[in-house]
């Protein structure tokens, strides 16, 4: 990683204020974490104090050692124990609830379908049946492509089962991006869907999965479509191709016993961008990452059995896999599944669904909370949402003034709201207040959760000034972190890890301060990875793909306010930039990456702004992008482009 580049600004060029605000006293009261000594205990008993977290789970075989931290950085936790991650989310709760609720799906045509635990052990183990009758085994990788419909939580759960790693793809990635994940994870089952609604209009998705496959260099040997789109949309299946409906049919009523699995067996693979141009493999163990997840579940977002949750990530991304699937359904609770956009048919489809359902604890990010602030207040106030007890947000920083709106228009003024912060690598929420015990700070992350050793610090490794600008560290390990990268044991090294003198540490990429009470804030990425819609890009990944328009020589790109993908381009000197080459550079990103990828800007100039090393500058086509004051631009090596990329964007 650069370690140039953290200049202290915020992410969302304003300061965060140090205004307090207690937890509520009535919520306390009921909160699942009400207890301050929890830091202390966890700080006094180090990694053992992780014993919470395991036994919130079932164990096949109990573990006895908590970390094997022999080989840093290849930590391992609770290695001696054996467990499995669908028996802890499905088959564990059917003696006290088989017959609550375990998901309620909306689809987006208005259509609605709900699971029980019950249900979903019946659904699971019939799907885990099918999939090992098409040859799926332990340890091989299924890939799953697929939109929002229940399908997807079941096929993860029913991978879980037997043992097979998922390899989720967020449905809206390109074919090539499923075809290089499918290669990459060594995967040779696929399961996806015939379409889904995108508004009014049915979307082939198997058709890409179909040119994915003409590209993938591994064989796939069976796959499973899902009939999402009925006769919306016919879509003619090969020889080694399945309705899921019929396998699922074929083996109603089976049971599939469970593969219990060491706790440092591989539960799934998460492809992820990171600072070279090719995604990683992110690897997750089974014990260590269901422990937190679940611990977290519990403990920072307060969810219980009784309450009905909704996490608004897309599973496609961790946060889905997380606080949508394994947090969820491993403490038993009831879910809200939602396939559909927050503003179709109307802009209170947000507010609709959690008034409809008693949604008590809601989980979003500050990307989809812009968008309400900016359609207005008027739509959460036409509801009743007085169910809400607790709100979460993830992905970016949240300003204060995004925080209050949330909290008055949402929270009714009274909802504690936790602000998460963690990442794909870490699995789990490692940032974040206890909502009964700790104060919150709106606009502020937090102080590092009970057991996370999360330290700013500068170049040497030292723990920054309260205020200063440094980078975001972990220096013990945790248990939901990564076990590896699928790329292997060498790049998660140099990827991830310093080893110092007092120890390794984990680099998390982000730059952060901290204040005097140890509350973190994030200051954004000090690599080339952008956090735009609740998505994760490097840079060079889409830069690559728009240099590949006809005419293009250079490219940067950056994330602006409002999470929109802004793309700084230069052409030949004979290309005349006009609507069709933005259309082309559209495209090749749609085709390289997804339609998420397209840029909501263009901007044409002369040329990029560069060190004189040949460096581009992309923080300062960041600060232009959002509008900011920009500091000294002297070290550029042609520093009178600036004034023409700024005209150039004003010009719109
Ligand atoms: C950013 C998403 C500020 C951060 C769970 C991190 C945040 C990256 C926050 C990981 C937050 C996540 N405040 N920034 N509360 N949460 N981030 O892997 O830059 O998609 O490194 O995981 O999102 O993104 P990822």
């Known amino acids: 990683m650069d370690y140039a580049g953290v ?325 038993g609770t009831t879910s809200v599944l939602y396939e559909g956009s927050p503003d179709y048919p109307d802009r209170d489809r947000v507010w609709d669904l959690i008034e409809r359902n008693a949604v008590s604890v809601f989980y979003t990010s500050p990307t989809a909370i812009r968008s309400f602030m900016k359609w207005g207040a008027e739509y959460p106030d036409a509801h009743d949402l007085s169910s809400i007890r607790l709100l979460g947000t993830v992905g970016e920083s949240i300003t204060s003034k995004a925080w209050r709106w949330y909290r008055e228009h949402v929270g009714g003024g009274e909802a504690p709201i936790v602000d998460t912060w963690w990442q794909t690598e870490t699995g789990a929420i490692s940032l974040a207040t206890l909502p009964g015990v700790t104060p919150m700070k709106p606009g502020k992350v937090g102080p590092p959760l009970p057991g996370i050793d999360a330290r700013v610090v500068d170049e040497d490794g030292e723990p920054v000034e309260p205020g200063e600008p440094g980078y975001l560290t972990i220096a013990a390990p945790w248990p939901g972190m990564l076990r590896g990268l699928r790329e292997g044991d060498e790049r998660y090294r140099r990827e991830y890890w310093l080893e110092g003198e007092d120890g390794w540490r984990y680099r998390t990429g982000d730059g952060a301060t901290v204040d005097g009470d140890g509350y973190v804030t994030i200051l954004g990425r000090v690599d080339d990875v952008i956090n735009v819609r609740t998505h994760r890009f490097n840079t060079a990944e889409l830069e690559s793909a728009i240099v590949e328009a006809d005419g293009v020589t250079e490219a940067a790109v950056v994330g602006d306010d409002d999470g929109r993908i802004v793309a700084y381009v230069t052409t030949r000197g004979d290309v005349d930039p006009d609507e069709s080459l933005r259309e082309a550079i559209g495209e090749r990103l749609a085709h390289a990456v997804g339609d998420v990828a397209r840029p909501d800007r263009i901007v044409f100039t002369p040329d990029l702004p560069k060190t004189r090393s040949g460096k581009i500058m992309r923080r300062l086509l960041e600060d232009i992008a959002r509008g900011d004051e920009f500091g000294d631009v002297s070290a550029l090596r042609n520093p009178e482009v600036v004034g023409e990329i700024e005209s150039a964007v004003r010009k719109k």
């Open 7 to 331: 200049d202290g600004r915020r992410a969302d060029g304003t300061a965060a204020g140090d205004e307090v605000v207690e937890p509520p006293a009535a919520f306390s009261d009921r909160a699942v974490a009400s207890d301050p000594e929890i830091y202390e205990a966890f700080a006094e008993e180090g990694p053992e104090a992780w014993r919470r977290a395991a036994d919130l789970l079932d164990w096949e075989r109990p573990y006895e050692t908590v970390l094997d931290d022999e080989n840093p950085p290849f930590y391992q936790w609770f290695p001696d124990g054996r467990l499995n991650a669908a028996a802890n989310c499905v088959d564990r709760h059917l003696d006290e609830r088989r017959n609550q609720l375990a998901i309620r799906w909306f689809g987006k045509r208005g259509e609605r379908r709900s699971y029980t635990y019950l249900d979903l052990h019946r659904e699971v183990n019939a799907l885990a049946a099918g999939l090992r009758d098409l040859g799926v085994e332990e340890d091989d990788v299924v890939t799953l492509y697929l939109p929002m419909v229940p399908e997807l939580p079941i096929a993860m759960l029913a991978c879980a089962r037997i043992g097979a790693p998922h390899n989720v793809v967020f449905a809206g990635l390109s074919a090539e991006a499923l075809a290089t994940r499918i290669d990459a994870a060594d995967s040779e089952y696929l399961v996806t869907c015939d379409g889904y609604y995108r508004r009014e209009d049915a979307f082939n998705q198997k058709s890409k999965a179909d040119n994915a496959r003409l590209r993938a260099e591994a064989d796939l040997s069976a796959t499973v479509v899902v009939d999402r789109l009925g006769d919306a949309l016919d879509v003619p299946l090969g020889d080694d191709e399945h309705e899921y409906e019929a396998v699922v049919a074929a083996h109603d009523g089976e049971t599939v016993e469970p593969v219990a699995r060491d706790a440092t067996d591989l539960l799934f693979v998460m492809y992820t961008s990171g600072t070279t141009g090719r995604p990683k493999g992110v690897e997750h163990a089974t014990g260590g990452y269901l422990a937190h997840v679940a611990w977290t579940t519990r403990n920072v977002l307060d969810v219980r059995p009784d309450d009905t949750y909704w996490c608004a990530a897309d599973i496609g991304w961790i946060t889905g896999h997380s606080y949508g699937v394994y947090g969820p359904l491993s403490v």
